[in-house]
């Protein structure tokens, strides 16, 4: 385990280059002010500094009245030496942008900026027109361009324009895999200690598994057919969501709403009763209330509100929805018990064929060559501002948040600065990629209680397989540079080990059918 985890770490970290981005920051300054803007560009024909300390500094010329496509369209009055070496800002349309930028370059001026009220859309030209570019040239927002007038007024701005280099392995990469682990580990420890408490508050003899279900309402899936109704019913919803989503997705948020914050009450309340919080209680028209309880719903339903209210707020908002996110896996994997490990086999092969199919095969039968799982994870509005290649379309004028589907973790990648400037860019990881293999992990911790397994090895075993299977993912994401249906490795990594552990042991029977016994060592790891 230790060598394939190095292996895996070797390789994420060799696929970690630099990457050059389309995207980069403006920054001007006069009279101590400074602001920075977005800026889209293209690397391969006018490259721009990697910092600040190395970028060019130019006195900004608002042209902005002309689209210069023509040396006589300068502004009367507008002397050559005020062109020389500045940069100038002028409008897009009329004519393309490398005539722009070779009648700015005829007249001396030392970089480009065309403001545009559509879109920024990587500059591109002819192969022949690039190498005679020779001055720097970029897309800025003309509302942008508006912002320079209120924050310096008329003052002689000066300008600096520098790309920061993006890095394929973000430092977020780490919080996710931390974040995705720590929450399979915990639910199955918590789905173990019920196990436990629930054998323990029965009197229960070793006997059990799949005829019994939890006094706490736990819910248990013990029959194949189930399972394959279940695994029909969420290929329907994903089909259904991909063709009336702009419908759906307020069902989908409201159910979460409810589902999140419930979640997040037994969270707490659990967290609460292990620290011995006690609670006070009253009667009202032989109605019983605890005090704690009523605080801890006023909380989790403040909190779930905050996040319907302020959801497309996506530079803060990230932070509640992946609280709830968690809540919501963990009370999931301590709900949801699969019986058996059979049952098990069943359900992670199943959802691995999905996801593979609803990533890797859908491309081809959609028209715009996303995947569904995409498509519908990112919400339709998202198209534009995806880098396709090396061309990257940002909106030059903010459009209305978009509805997404509240499915994903999401976290903010802290390397990409210029990219967070232009829009805010995320790496996602899918409630279903901690949820499914979760179950897994919570029926072996459920097993290590069956047998009395002190050093709980069903549950560390497939706690380790699933953050190398973590890793894996991460790796494979980054050498093709592309999106990954995680249960690809997730499956694999998870159902193997948690096997080789029970054939290594000699109960493979037992943890194949999901009956539980007790062993004659019973203080056996």
């Given at each position: 385990?230790?060598?394939?985890?190095?292996?895996?770490?070797?390789?994420?970290?060799?696929?970690?280059?630099?990457?050059?981005?389309?995207?980069?920051?403006?920054?001007?300054?006069?009279?101590?002010?400074?602001?920075?803007?977005?800026?889209?560009?293209?690397?391969?024909?006018?490259?721009?500094?990697?910092?600040?300390d190395?970028?060019?500094?130019?006195p900004?010329?608002?042209?902005?009245?002309?689209?210069?496509?023509?040396p006589?369209?300068?502004?009367?009055?507008?002397?050559?030496?005020?062109?020389?070496?500045?940069?100038?800002?002028?409008?897009?349309?009329?004519?393309?942008?490398?005539?722009?930028?070779?009648?700015?370059?005829?007249?001396?001026?030392?970089?480009l900026?065309?403001?545009s009220?559509?879109?920024?859309?990587t500059?591109?030209?002819?192969?022949?027109?690039?190498?005679?570019?020779?001055?720097?040239?970029?897309?800025m927002?003309?509302?942008?361009?508006?912002?320079?007038k209120?924050?310096?007024?008329?003052?002689?701005?000066?300008?600096?324009?520098?790309?920061?280099?993006?890095?394929?392995?973000?430092?977020?990469?780490?919080?996710?895999?931390?974040?995705?682990?720590?929450?399979?580990?915990?639910?199955?420890?918590?789905?173990?200690?019920?196990?436990?408490?629930?054998?323990?508050?029965?009197?229960?003899?070793?006997?059990?598994?799949?005829?019994?279900?939890?006094?706490?309402?736990?819910?248990?899936?013990y029959?194949?057919?189930?399972?394959?109704?279940?695994?029909?019913?969420?290929?329907?919803?994903?089909?259904?969501?991909?063709?009336?989503?702009?419908?759906?997705?307020?069902?989908?948020?409201?159910?979460?709403?409810?589902?999140?914050?419930?979640?997040?009450?037994?969270?707490?309340?659990?967290?609460?009763?292990?620290?011995?919080?006690?609670?006070?209680?009253?009667?009202?028209?032989?109605w019983?209330?605890?005090?704690?309880?009523?605080?801890?719903?006023?909380?989790?339903?403040?909190?779930?509100?905050?996040?319907?209210?302020?959801?497309?707020?996506?530079?803060?908002?990230?932070?509640?929805?992946?609280?709830?996110?968690?809540?919501?896996?963990?009370?999931?994997?301590?709900?949801?018990?699969?019986?058996?490990?059979?049952?098990?086999?069943?359900?992670?092969?199943l959802?691995?064929?999905?996801?593979?199919?609803?990533?890797?095969?859908?491309?081809?039968?959609?028209?715009?060559?996303?995947?569904?799982?995409?498509?519908?994870?990112?919400?339709?509005?998202?198209?534009?501002?995806?880098?396709?290649?090396?061309?990257?379309?940002?909106?030059?004028?903010?459009?209305?948040?978009?509805?997404?589907?509240?499915?994903?973790?999401?976290?903010?990648?802290?390397?990409?600065?210029?990219q967070?400037?232009?829009?805010m860019?995320?790496?996602?990881?899918?409630?279903?990629?901690?949820?499914?293999?979760?179950?897994?992990?919570?029926?072996?911790?459920?097993?290590d209680?069956?047998?009395n397994?002190s050093r709980?090895?069903?549950?560390?075993?497939?706690?380790i397989?699933?953050?190398?299977?973590?890793l894996?993912?991460?790796?494979?994401?980054?050498?093709?540079?592309?999106?990954?249906?995680?249960?690809?490795?997730?499956?694999?990594?998870t159902?193997?080990?948690?096997?080789?552990?029970?054939?290594?042991?000699?109960?493979?029977?037992?943890?194949?059918?999901?009956?539980?016994?007790?062993?004659?060592?019973?203080?056996?790891?």
């Amino acid at each position: 385990m230790a060598t394939l985890g190095f292996i895996l770490l070797s390789t994420i970290l060799l696929a970690a280059e630099k990457m050059n981005c389309q995207e980069a920051i403006l920054h001007l300054s006069y009279g101590g002010v400074q602001k920075e803007y977005c800026l889209v560009y293209n690397q391969s024909w006018t490259p721009l500094a990697r910092s600040l300390d190395q970028a060019i500094l130019f006195p900004l010329l608002n042209l902005s009245t002309t689209t210069l496509c023509d040396p006589s369209s300068v502004p009367p009055g507008t002397s050559p030496a005020l062109l020389n070496g500045s940069a100038l800002v002028v409008r897009s349309g009329e004519c393309n942008i490398s005539r722009k930028a070779l009648v700015a370059q005829r007249l001396g001026a030392g970089a480009l900026l065309v403001a545009s009220r559509t879109y920024l859309v990587t500059p591109s030209a002819n192969e022949s027109e690039y190498a005679k570019v020779h001055i720097p040239l970029v897309l800025m927002r003309y509302m942008d361009l508006l912002d320079t007038k209120q924050v310096f007024g008329g003052g002689q701005v000066q300008a600096q324009m520098f790309s920061p280099p993006q890095a394929a392995l973000d430092p977020n990469m780490a919080v996710m895999l931390l974040i995705a682990v720590c929450t399979v580990a915990l639910g199955g420890y918590w789905s173990g200690a019920c196990e436990r408490q629930r054998l323990t508050g029965a009197g229960a003899d070793g006997g059990g598994g799949e005829e019994k279900a939890a006094d706490s309402g736990d819910v248990f899936l013990y029959s194949p057919l189930k399972v394959v109704v279940f695994v029909g019913m969420m290929c329907l919803m994903l089909v259904l969501m991909y063709f009336f989503y702009t419908v759906l997705v307020y069902v989908f948020i409201s159910i979460f709403f409810l589902a999140s914050a419930t979640a997040l009450f037994s969270c707490f309340d659990a967290i609460l009763e292990l620290l011995g919080v006690g609670t006070v209680r009253f009667s009202v028209r032989r109605w019983e209330f605890s005090v704690r309880s009523l605080i801890l719903a006023a909380v989790c339903i403040s909190i779930a509100v905050v996040w319907v209210v302020y959801r497309n707020e996506d530079r803060w908002i990230w932070i509640l929805q992946d609280l709830l996110g968690i809540a919501f896996c963990l009370n999931f994997m301590k709900t949801i018990s699969l019986s058996n490990f059979k049952i098990c086999v069943i359900l992670l092969s199943l959802l691995l064929i999905y996801d593979v199919f609803f990533v890797f095969i859908t491309p081809y039968l959609t028209k715009n060559g996303v995947s569904i799982m995409v498509q519908v994870a990112l919400g339709p509005e998202a198209q534009g501002e995806k880098t396709q290649g090396n061309v990257v379309m940002i909106p030059a004028v903010p459009k209305p948040p978009s509805e997404k589907l509240p499915v994903v973790m999401r976290l903010p990648r802290f390397s990409a600065v210029a990219q967070n400037l232009c829009r805010m860019q995320f790496s996602i990881l899918g409630y279903g990629d901690i949820i499914i293999p979760g179950l897994l992990v919570a029926y072996c911790s459920r097993f290590d209680v069956w047998v009395n397994s002190s050093r709980k090895i069903y549950l560390v075993s497939c706690c380790i397989a699933y953050t190398l299977g973590v890793l894996v993912t991460f790796a494979a994401m980054l050498l093709t540079e592309s999106g990954q249906p995680a249960l690809l490795y997730l499956v694999p990594f998870t159902l193997l080990s948690s096997a080789a552990v029970a054939a290594r042991r000699g109960e493979m029977k037992h943890f194949w059918t999901g009956s539980v016994y007790q062993r004659e060592d019973l203080g056996a790891p």
